[in-house]
């Protein structure tokens, strides 16, 4: 069974950074695009940010110039780079190839933002 590993999650105050990472298996990097998504309290899960299997990417107009989605092959790891971070920023954020497949969610790690 495929199973995604996210962490770097944590407690931050508005305009903080963080790093998250994600542990997946080398051929989710060869095969499909990668994405991180987030999901807040009482609120859909929603895509962040996407990393094509190319090296193509695209953001979510609230983390746009904030955060930077990145791989490293060698590793087998997907990053999510977030700067100023803001309050609006608290969920659970959650890695998975984009479209999503049901059966690779993982746990997330979540993330808050403190005013």
């Known amino acids: 069974q495929v199973q995604l590993v996210e962490s770097g999650g944590g407690l931050v105050q508005s305009g903080g950074s963080l790093r998250l990472s994600c542990a997946a298996p080398e051929i989710f990097f060869s095969v499909f695009a990668m994405g991180w998504y987030r999901q807040a309290p009482g609120k859909e899960r929603e895509l962040v940010a996407r990393l094509g299997v190319r090296g193509s990417t695209n953001y979510l107009d609230a983390v746009k110039d904030r955060f930077t989605i990145m791989k490293d092959s060698a590793k087998n790891m997907l990053y999510l780079q977030m700067t100023n971070l803001k309050p609006d920023d608290t969920a659970h954020y959650y890695c998975?190839?984009?479209?999503?497949?049901?059966?690779?969610w993982g746990q997330g790690t979540r993330v808050t933002v403190s005013a």
């Open positions: 998975n190839a984009d479209p999503p497949g049901p059966q690779f």
